[in-house]
């Protein structure tokens, strides 16, 4: 809902829950109100009448109160936009109108030739803001930096911030300090959104699990990014961010051209930590994620049983068993296409290795079809070997700085998606791709940074970085409108691109090339933050573990720490005894029956994955799901009971692992005893109202 002052000059957006409101002065200054719970008009006027408070000549009266701080004039934050033009560099705007269209109120503002439109829309309780810069103008405007947005906080004492950090294999992982005088500055200058944080952060003062008030936001960008938390000196917190790392230079507009920032994503809630996920999970089930209510199916892959070491026949025996054990989709890895025997070849050259693939890939994709499952690809399309036909051909379509050394990470090079060409060639390649065999699924990976953001013979190289997300992101939605039947997965080496945008494009994500299942407990802690179990991709592997730590853990553990997202199985099954393919068969039937409650329904973290027992509970409807895992037990120490959440206090649930009832009230005061034991013990909890 958006309302609209007397004046014309106050504007308030409510969602069903929470409110936030902005106001014109008279000078044009767009002055920050409120952001929180949901307010009425009159108490949006009231703010605005408040008198300023006093300033001393050294402040600035608009610090801290802007709703997006432009560079220039008589401001000492951090500017959300900064612009440079041959006569000058700043921006002194004047407003020009608003426009109210449904949910989304547009301001519109100028500056000698530069229109600059801020965008609000209400999506739930989720606030999106984003701008559009359009050079109305003759001359060219250079964008040193356009953020989405400046968000503000009221004013608190205390305030402390959480984050998601993490490198490649140890993702997500959540961190919560007090916030200092000063900027906390977060984001990723790799080109990708990166390993190192998920684009979101979170603010709170005395927040826990259960309840509290929670500031987040989340940026919709997949290239390089930023985020900056300024705890400003008069107890004023902003969080300003958007695409690019630095302030050197975004984009050139020429005449008639226009920049649209990524949406920045602001969400309020008081209902904890554990509220605001659940707040967060809902708006990317209803608003992010492509048809978030169709479920999505059990993959099999072979990466970590087989690595490159890959052929016809061995995929096909390898679905064989995987359709014996109720696997759905069946994905052929890296390996299958040019002369990609290793890491050092064929990146680029994406038709089918004749030697492995000597039909194609249809006769596999077909058996597969004919097992029951959907048959999926590997692919990683902005990237190319040096040894392959494309490098060969094009060597100036990668990214480079002439006369420097390109680097090369895995021996790969970043091909130049700004470029008409690789994108067209990409756009052939890959339409040719999912023509040419019937492929319902394509793990899109990006397997290394950009550090050769060069482009010779462009007159503005640095676009490359803008450039390269926009033509991804107009590859994904060209191929998904000409193959809307092809599932997206988004790779990058697990989790290093993970975000609100390719989150609007990908069915499902890789959290993290760790698939060890006590390591995941604390990744997927700290991705269920934001993103929900629909997009979480999961898979048991083999134990001792292969790619990283050697754990040795129990096929139970690992099926129940999976079973917290989309479940997987990347083991190597042709290793796997009849008891253990017996027992996988069982753990997928109950995972193909507990998949509504998981992928759609709310979840309640009721102990977190540090200590020795860890548990998730889902609720859907009447029926919720607990999955608890017990790492380890010391002598004396039985696993506590598990106090559930979501449930009707009222009501009696019936438990469909033992048949026994329970009331709400008591399963919510004084919780249930999972019933482990031991080492690497783990079990799934059914309920269902009565
Ligand atoms: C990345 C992915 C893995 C696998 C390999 C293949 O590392 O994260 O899952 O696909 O690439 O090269």
């Known amino acids: 809902m958006l309302e609209i002052g007397a004046d014309g000059r106050i504007w308030l957006l409510s969602g069903p829950g929470s409110s936030y409101a902005l106001r014109l002065t008279d000078g044009d200054e767009l002055l920050h109100l409120h952001w929180g719970p949901r307010i009425a008009l009159a108490d949006a006027e009231a703010l605005a009448a408040l008198p300023a408070p006093r300033y001393w000549p050294f402040e600035s009266q608009l610090d801290g109160h802007e709703e997006y701080p432009v560079e220039g004039g008589p401001r000492f934050v951090r500017p959300a936009l900064s612009v440079r033009t041959e006569k000058r560099r700043g921006t002194e705007w004047a407003f020009e109108a608003y426009e109210a269209d449904g949910e989304e109120l547009r301001l519109r503002f100028t500056d000698s030739g530069l229109l600059i439109n801020l965008h609000y829309r209400m999506r739930g309780d989720v606030v999106e803001r984003w701008v559009t810069l359009a050079n109305d103008g003759a001359a060219p405007v250079e964008l040193l930096r356009a953020d989405a947005a400046t968000w503000t906080l009221p004013e608190r004492e205390g305030w402390r911030l959480s984050q998601l950090h993490g490198r490649w294999a140890a993702e997500s992982r959540l961190v919560r300090s007090g916030l200092t005088y000063g900027e906390k500055v977060i984001g990723s200058r790799r080109g990708h959104t990166g390993h190192q944080h998920l684009p979101w952060v979170a603010l709170d003062t005395d927040a826990t699990e259960e309840r509290g008030e929670v500031y987040g936001c989340a940026l919709a960008w997949s290239g390089s990014w930023r985020i900056a938390v300024a705890q400003l000196p008069d107890a004023q917190v902003q969080i300003t961010g958007g695409a690019g790392y630095d302030d050197s230079g975004l984009l050139r507009l020429a005449a008639g051209e226009t920049y649209t920032t990524p949406v920045f994503a602001g969400l309020w809630s008081d209902g904890g930590f554990g509220g605001a996920s659940r707040a967060w999970h809902a708006y990317q089930r209803a608003y992010v994620i492509p048809d978030a209510d169709r479920d999505r199916p059990v993959l099999y892959n072979s990466w970590e049983a087989t690595g490159f070491g890959i052929s016809e026949d061995q995929q096909r025996e390898l679905a064989r068993r995987a359709a014996a054990t109720g696997v759905e989709l069946f994905v052929v890895d890296d390996g299958w296409f040019g002369a990609r025997t290793s890491d050092r070849a064929g990146l680029g050259d994406w038709t089918p290795n004749p030697d492995r693939f000597p039909g194609g890939l249809k006769p596999l994709a077909d058996d597969v079809h004919a097992l029951g499952m959907q048959f999926g690809i590997w692919v990683e399309p902005e990237m190319v070997n040096a040894d392959s036909d494309l490098y060969r051909a094009h060597p100036d379509w990668v990214q480079y700085q002439p006369g420097r050394r390109r680097t090369e990470f895995r021996n790969q090079l970043v091909l130049n998606l700004a470029r008409d060409d690789v994108q067209e060639y ?44 926009r033509a991804l992101y107009g590859l994904l939605d060209r191929l998904r409108a000409a193959h809307p039947s092809v599932a997206f997965e988004s790779c990058s080496g697990g989790g290093g691109r993970v975000d609100l945008g390719i989150m609007s494009r990908t069915d499902q994500v890789w959290t993290s090339d760790n698939t060890d299942p006590l390591d995941r407990l604390a990744i997927q802690h700290g991705f269920s933050q934001i993103h929900p179990a629909r997009v979480m991709a999961a898979w048991v592997t083999d134990s001792p573990n292969t790619q990283l730590n ?134 799934v909890i059914r309920l269902r109202r009565i």
């Open 426 to 469: 990409l756009w052939e390649q890959l339409d040719g791709l999912l023509s040419s065999a019937p492929i319902d699924y394509v793990k899109w990976d990006f397997n290394r940074c950009f550090t050769d953001a060069g482009w010779p013979g462009d007159a503005y190289p640095q676009r490359l970085w803008v450039d390269h997300v």
């Open 550 to 683: 050697g754990r040795v853990s129990s096929l139970r553990f690992r099926f129940v720490s999976a079973m917290a997202g989309v479940l997987g199985v990347g083991g190597d099954l042709a290793e796997w005894t009849e008891e253990e393919l017996a027992e996988a068969r069982d753990w997928v039937d109950l995972y193909k029956e507990i998949r509504p409650v998981v992928q759609r329904g709310d979840l309640y973290r009721l102990r977190g994955p540090e200590g020795g027992l860890s548990a998730v509970q889902y609720v859907l409807g009447d029926e919720a799901v607990v999955l608890a895992l017990l790492q380890a037990q010391h002598h004396g120490e039985p696993a506590p009971p598990l106090r559930l959440r979501g449930l009707d206090p009222s009501a009696t649930y019936e438990c469909r692992e033992t048949g026994g009832i329970h009331r709400g009230a008591v399963l919510l005061h004084h919780g249930l005893r999972p019933g482990l034991h031991g080492d690497f013990d783990a079990t």
